[in-house]
C-alpha cells in the first residue's frame, strides 16, 4: 500500500492504524459500560461480581489501545479525549455492544456471542505484523478465556435450565443474532491493514464462530437462529439512539468541568 502524506504530517497508513485501533478500542469501552450498569443489581453477589471484573477488564483493554491510538495522532489527544470528547458518529464500536441490557438473558447471551468472537479475533491479533496490538492481544487473551468460559456456562445452564429461562435465552438469541454479522464485516481500514499484515480479516473467523457458538447452542437445547437480517454501520460511525444516551452518562463529568484529571 502506497503511503501517503497530508499538510498536517498524517501519513495514510498512520491514519488507517489509529481508525483501527479505535475502532478495538471503542467496542470494548462500550461493552465495558454496559455491563457496569450490572454492578449492585445482578441477581447475585457471584454474578455482581464476575460481571464487574469483566467490565473491568475491557476498559483496561481499551485503555492499552486508546494510549497507542494517542501516539498515533497528530494532535496530541489523549486516552481521555478519545474516551470523553468524541461525538457518537466518531466512535466505531460494533452495535452489538450498546445494545440495552434489559434483562440478564439479553446480557449473558450478547456477552457469549461477542466472547466467541472477541477470542478468535485476539488469538488472530498476535498474529500481526504491529508488537504494540500483539502485546494487547496476547495480554487481554487471557482475560477473554475467562469472559467465555463464564458466558458459555450461564448460556448452557439457563439454556438447559427450567422451560422458563429456556424460553427466554431463545427469544435474547432470536434478538441479538441480527447484530453479529457486523462482526464480520471489515471495514475500510480492517481490509486495507489486513492486507498489510497488521489488522485482522475478520471474515475469515466467521466460520470457527459459528461452530463455537452453534456447539453451546445445542448444549444448552438452544435453536441457532436462521435469519438473513442484519444490522450494520457501527463500525462506520452510524449508531443507534442507545448510543447517545451511554455517552451522555459517560461524558457527563469532563463535558461539564473541562480538563479534569483522573
Excluded at 454496559?34 to 454474578?47: D, F, K, M, Q
Aim: aromatic letters at 8%; glycine letters at 4%.
Amino acid at each position: 500500500m502506497t503511503t501517503s502524506t497530508s499538510a498536517n504530517g498524517t501519513t495514510e497508513s498512520s491514519a488507517l492504524l489509529q481508525r483501527y485501533v479505535l475502532q478495538l478500542a471503542d467496542t470494548s469501552l462500550i461493552l465495558s459500560h454496559r455491563l457496569s450498569e450490572w454492578c449492585g443489581v445482578a441477581p447475585e453477589l457471584e454474578i455482581d461480581m464476575a460481571l464487574s471484573n469483566i467490565a473491568l477488564d475491557l476498559l483496561g483493554e481499551a485503555r492499552h489501545l486508546y494510549q497507542y491510538a494517542s501516539e498515533l495522532d497528530n494532535q496530541q489527544r489523549t486516552e481521555d479525549d478519545f474516551a470523553f470528547l468524541r461525538h457518537q458518529s466518531e466512535f466505531h464500536n460494533l452495535l452489538l455492544a450498546e445494545h440495552p441490557n434489559e434483562g440478564f438473558d439479553i446480557t449473558l447471551t450478547r456477552q457469549f456471542l461477542f466472547d466467541s468472537y472477541h477470542y478468535l479475533l485476539l488469538d488472530a491479533l498476535q498474529q500481526s505484523s504491529d508488537p504494540q496490538l500483539v502485546a494487547v492481544a496476547r495480554k487481554s487473551l487471557k482475560e477473554v478465556s475467562y469472559h467465555q468460559r463464564f458466558s458459555r456456562g450461564w448460556l448452557i445452564r439457563l439454556g438447559d435450565g427450567t422451560a422458563e429461562s429456556k424460553q427466554k435465552m431463545q427469544l435474547a438469541l432470536d434478538a441479538l443474532w441480527r447484530f453479529t454479522p457486523e462482526m464480520f464485516v471489515c471495514s475500510d481500514a480492517e481490509q486495507a491493514l489486513a492486507e498489510q499484515g497488521i489488522a485482522v480479516d475478520v471474515a475469515s473467523l466467521k466460520a470457527q464462530w459459528l461452530e463455537t457458538v452453534t456447539e453451546a447452542c445445542h448444549e444448552a437445547g438452544l435453536n441457532v437462529p436462521q435469519t438473513a437480517h442484519r444490522r450494520v454501520g457501527g463500525k462506520e460511525g452510524r449508531h443507534s439512539e442507545h448510543l447517545g444516551y451511554i455517552l451522555a452518562e459517560m461524558q457527563f463529568m469532563q463535558r461539564a468541568y473541562p480538563n479534569s484529571q483522573w
